[in-house]
């Protein structure tokens, strides 16, 4: 490549203007090449590029600092990569890059290297032959962006005066589209951090078009909200066309009669108002509005005050008002509690002050035990109406130490009497040999098993005085049976949904509080266990079974837990979150770090994939349902299930059983239902861990094969006469437990058991759901099975009994 030259001005006046024409033309093409683009690394690259090409250079470097004057990159042209590494291996290089960023003006030299020993600089040997030389700064308002510089390797080839002169020229318009591109970059970051954190917010936000009236764009809590009004596939733009307004003054606006362009023409701003949107069909929810207007610039009329935009925030009331709902429950439930022993106290006193003289002694002392045990009453009401907040607060704590089931039975006993119990009431205790010390609060949670004796013991049939109390290792847990009778609950019903509060003649047959099984359930909770509730069979009555964790470590004694301060973030492990709301996800952060684990957190579930193989996370909490992502839980379980062997846990709101029966269904380990303490965090998540490192029973051999059904259980792949089916991980789960016990008959609870956890057993509706697809998926006719057999009784097995096998 040559160098272009400058004629002679003096020698060649016409030679000089058509050079200068020459240049000028190149240099308006790069000009216009290196406006063609805002990304700042393409137009970096592209004045580097232009740059080169104009001085005819064989090599160039551009060093772009940044807004301290600090080297932020550097790019190359005409410079393998190799050779361009090996720059910053040369000896002395540091010195010569400072003296080169120090440049204030142009730089042109025929021989770099001897330009640098002229300077006392250490010698120039670089990775490429340098001989010609040219620097030039990018200045931009006298600031310093960058330098640009070119060499030639040939010795024959030189920069002019006329090439310099060129590059200088171009560097001032270089550093312009330089500025543009990276005002251009910083805007597009600000407006992407803007919209995360609208997209974050908990608050619905819709920015109005006010002279089209249309809606622009919506937020994903706004979307929330908008999906509660819209049918299946409706667009929410199209909501708007037949939606009313009921604002708080009883005002109706009806959208249809009244376009929202003329509705915002008027640039009205709305403060905290409470409306109610309505849809034709009388599907409606209740918001709290603002809404400011945003003004249009000056036109060129000179108009003002025209409204350009409207920007709404909607604040979804449905919590707050059934909250409300919830608690004048709860206060008429209180107040019905406190008014029967306030009325028995009064009546009592105004005796004993009306006609104390006349009274016996006997009577009197019967009075005064009626005051006493009815002031006992409400003091425990007290007490309950504590723990109940503590609960839905979240802040319940318990103390848990391995304690034996004889020592926590015993104390449920004498809670059980000392709170007024029937003396004459046989407890019969059946524990299964064995069983480990469990870890609890000895004192909550005997508490809670007294309170369960009372409910059972008040709905014992007539002429029965025995309560049955059995105990039995349910995997990690003990799980703790009270019930009235000997018989099973084997209708194969759902058992009983358990409600916060009982009804009012509930409370009246056990004489509590009518609080202890809100009380009951919280305690087992946050020791990391469940409390269920079933129907007791034929003879009447309710039965309740509580799981307790085993205590860790050798002979039950609870493993010690190294100071949570002492355990650096690389030991730690590693539980990723996911909730799109900021204040839980914050909780979780906090309460994950103080239990000892490292928290992934995002609000992204687009980020969960990527977060999966950066981090790999030994468990994963994921929230049950996300704002505009209908199923995404279940999609996410499974994404997790199939890329790690990490343990999911659900986390629900109450009511949303649905999205719970579904992501169990799909292979989650466990819930937790919000509110939930610290301590029932770490409790669950301790516990789903240490289900994962519990050792699984190996397959008896690489594959099972019955008939055209092949198990491949190195490969988890079950195929039905050489075609591969697709089985979810509970599916697969329950089909090679059947298989390794293949001929014999396994129980509902077994089963349960091993397909989903401890908590599980009990639910056999679950499982009959479960064994009807997957019969499905096999091809089997219930009615004449050739893989899943139901054996009466006892369960289900997979292929002929073994007897028969023979």
């Not at 014999?744 to 479960?770: A, F, N, T």
């Not at 499905?776 to 997979?798: C, E, H, M, W």
Request: glycine share 8%; with cysteine.
């Amino acid at each position: 490549m040559t160098t272009t030259t400058t004629p002679n001005p003096s020698t060649d006046p016409a030679g000089e203007a058509a050079a200068l024409r020459e240049r000028l033309s190149r240099l308006s093409a790069a000009s216009l090449r290196i406006n063609e683009s805002m990304d700042p690394d393409t137009v970096l690259q592209d004045v580097l590029d232009s740059a080169r090409s104009l001085a005819g250079a064989r090599y160039g470097v551009l060093d772009v600092l940044d807004d301290a004057g600090q080297g932020q990159m550097m790019l190359t042209s005409g410079v393998a990569g190799s050779e361009f590494s090996g720059l910053w291996e040369i000896p002395g290089w540091d010195e010569i890059y400072r003296y080169l960023g120090g440049l204030p003006e142009p730089l042109r030299v025929a021989d770099f290297d001897r330009h640098i020993r002229a300077l006392g600089l250490p010698d120039f040997l670089p990775p490429v032959p340098v001989q010609a030389f040219l620097a030039v700064p990018i200045l931009r308002l006298g600031r310093v962006m960058g330098h640009l510089y070119l060499s030639h390797s040939d010795p024959e080839e030189t920069f002019s005066a006329a090439d310099e002169e060129l590059l200088a020229m171009f560097a001032s318009q270089a550093a312009l589209v330089i500025a543009n591109a990276r005002r251009h970059q910083e805007e597009r970051l600000a407006r992407a951090r803007l919209e995360t954190l609208v997209n974050t917010s908990p608050v619905g936000v819709v920015v109005l078009d006010a002279g089209a009236g249309r809606p622009v764009s919506f937020n994903q809590e706004a979307l929330r909200i908008v999906e509660r009004l819209t049918r299946p596939g409706q667009p929410p733009e199209t909501l708007l066309t037949g939606l009313t307004i009921r604002r708080a003054d009883g005002r109706e606006e009806e959208l249809a009669d009244m376009p929202l362009a003329r509705l915002m023409s008027a640039g009205e701003t709305v403060r905290a108002e409470e409306m109610t949107l309505l849809t034709p069909d009388g599907r409606s929810v209740t918001v709290l509005v603002n809404s400011s207007p945003i003004p249009a610039a000056e036109d060129e009329s000179g108009e003002e005050g025209r409204v350009e935009s409207y920007v709404v925030t909607l604040q979804d009331l449905t919590e707050l008002e059934e909250l409300g709902r919830l608690r004048a429950e709860f206060l008429s439930l209180v107040s019905r509690q406190l008014r029967t022993p306030l009325a028995a106290v009064r009546g009592a006193v105004a005796t004993l002050l009306e006609a104390g003289a006349e009274l016996e002694p006997a009577e009197t002392r019967q009075f005064h035990g009626i005051i006493r045990d009815q002031s006992e009453r409400m003091r425990r009401l007290i007490g309950d109406l504590l723990d109940v907040a503590r609960i839905e607060t979240g802040t319940l704590t318990v103390n848990p130490e391995p304690l034996t089931l004889a020592e926590l039975l015993e104390g449920a006993r004498q809670r059980f009497l000392s709170r007024g119990g029937r003396r004459a009431l046989e407890i019969e205790v059946d524990l299964e040999p064995g069983l480990p010390p469990v870890l609890a609060d000895g004192q909550r949670m005997a508490l809670a098993l007294a309170h369960l004796l009372a409910r059972v013991a008040a709905g014992l049939p007539l002429g029965l005085s025995t309560v049955r109390v059995r105990a039995a290792r349910e995997g990690l847990y003990a799980a703790i049976t009270l019930s009235a009778q000997e018989a099973e609950n084997d209708s194969g019903d759902p058992p009983r949904r358990l409600g916060w509060f009982p009804q009012a003649e509930d409370e009246e047959r056990s004489g509590d509080t009518g609080l202890t099984l809100a009380v009951c359930r919280g305690i087992v909770e946050v020791h990391g266990g469940r409390l269920r509730i079933e129907s007791g069979g034929a003879g009447g009555g309710a039965k309740f079974t509580v799981t307790v964790p085993a205590a860790e470590g050798e002979g039950g004694r609870a493993a010690p837990r190294t100071a949570v301060s002492a355990v650096s973030a690389r030991e730690r492990l590693r539980v990723l979150a996911l909730d799109d709301d900021p204040h839980a996800l914050r909780y979780l952060r906090d309460a994950l770090w103080n239990a000892g684990y490292f928290p992934v957190a995002t609000g992204d579930p687009e980020e969960v994939p990527r977060l999966l193989e950066e981090e790999r996370p030994h468990l994963a909490l994921l929230a049950a349902t996300l704002p505009g992502h209908d199923g995404l839980a279940a999609e996410l379980v499974r994404g997790i299930l199939d890329e790690t062997e990490a343990p999911v846990i659900l986390l629900a709101s109450s009511g949303q059983e649905e999205a719970m029966a579904h992501a169990l269904d799909v292979g989650v380990s466990d819930y937790l239902v919000k509110p939930f303490s610290p301590a029932e965090l770490e409790a669950r998540v301790r516990a789903a861990l240490r289900r994962r490192d519990q050792p699984h029973l190996a397959a008896p051999s690489p594959s099972y094969v019955l008939g055209d059904l092949t198990i491949d259980y190195a490969q988890r792949r079950v195929s039905v006469a050489g075609s591969a089916l697709t089985l979810t991980p509970n599916e697969y789960a329950l089909l090679s437990e059947l298989a390794m016990n293949a001929g014999k008959p396994l129980s509902h609870d077994h089963l349960l058991q091993r397909v989903w956890s401890p908590g599980r057993r009990g639910q056999r509706w679950l499982l009959r759901e479960l064994v009807k697809r997957l019969r499905g998926k096999l091809g089997d006719d219930v009615n004449s099975p050739s893989y899943i057999f139901t054996v009466q009784g006892a369960g289900y097995r997979l292929g002929p009994a073994a007897e028969e096998v023979f």
